[in-house]
């Protein structure tokens, strides 16, 4: 399985090679993925919202929990990711009842935070993606969360949007957002701290981070290369810790993805005044 995983993305990374820029990002999210979402409508057919955060049903995968690959249904996989989730959000974040996603989409990491401890007063995704905004509005309003989660578009490279106000003073969260943004880490980063948030929480692929000596690493490291995803994150934080503009408070990798790779690190940071 991880070979011909290597030997699929090696082939596409000769034949197809992609250069991550926004036209990239718009056919694949807010013209692909989110448009499918908002044409889907699967809320609709949702009794609870547990229900549409962790489908039921019998449909498997094959995914990476705890760096092994197994075979499991969609519902276990979900649920395990949505506890993770609930997991590390909450404990690196006692104090705060208030969060923003950036890169949120239409909300599935904010819809899965409602679902866990009653701590969230507040919870606010911000996309590019105007597909993804209208899904995640029409979501909170079927589930009656629109007191609790609201959705706004903003595009993160753009630092003088007032969108950024929403940041001051509140917990935010990046989930395979930045991934998207390579060629762009300084300028989401500086823009991050411009906000000035209370805390920063990503949870994204680190591509410094990756063993050469293992072969599922060795996989995400081409699928990365071939995706032209993120790859200087952290070593970006650790310039800015150096400099004495952030406090990293945390790198851990959590071992965990829907497919055999990509999993993400979880790093926190603070800024420092
Ligand atoms: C892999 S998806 C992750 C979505 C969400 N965080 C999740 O876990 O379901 C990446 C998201 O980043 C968003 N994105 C990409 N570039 C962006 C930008 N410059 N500003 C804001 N969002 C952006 C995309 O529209 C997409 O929704």
């Not at 926004?22 to 807010?30: G, I, L, M």
């Not at 705890?66 to 249904?73: H, V």
């Not at 974040?93 to 401890?117: I, K, R």
């Not at 630092?159 to 106000?165: H, P, V």
Request: with cysteine.
């Amino acid at each position: 399985m991880l070979v011909e995983e290597f030997g699929r993305n090696l082939l596409a990374l000769i034949l197809y090679p992609v250069r991550r820029d926004r036209k990239t990002v718009d056919a694949e999210y807010n013209d692909g993925r989110w448009q499918g979402i908002l044409s889907g409508k699967r809320w609709l057919g949702c009794k609870t919202l547990s229900d549409f955060v962790i489908p039921p049903g019998d449909k498997w995968r094959i995914a990476k929990v705890g760096n092994k690959c197994y075979r499991t249904s969609d519902q276990e996989y979900y649920r395990y990711r949505t506890a993770v989730l609930q997991d590390v959000v909450g404990k690196l974040t006692p104090a705060c009842t208030e969060l923003v996603e950036l890169g949120g989409g239409y909300g599935a990491n904010l819809f899965a935070l409602a679902l866990g401890e009653k701590k969230w007063n507040r919870l606010i995704g911000l996309d590019i993606s105007k597909n993804a905004i209208q899904a995640g509005r029409e979501i909170a309003s079927h589930f009656g969360l629109t007191q609790q989660i609201s959705f706004d578009t903003l595009d993160i490279i753009k630092g003088s949007d007032l969108t950024f106000r929403h940041l001051r003073g509140r917990a935010v969260l990046t989930y395979y957002c930045l991934e998207q943004l390579k060629h762009d880490t300084r300028i989401v980063i500086e823009n991050i701290l411009k906000a000035g948030p209370s805390r920063v929480i990503h949870i994204e692929p680190t591509f410094e981070l990756l063993h050469l000596s293992s072969l599922k690493d060795v996989v995400t490291y081409l699928y990365i290369v071939r995706k032209d995803y993120q790859d200087n994150l952290l070593s970006t934080l650790k310039e800015y810790e150096r400099k004495g503009k952030v406090k990293v408070l945390m790198v851990e990798r959590l071992y965990y993805a829907p497919t055999v790779r990509n999993d993400p690190t979880l790093i926190c940071w603070e800024p420092c005044l």
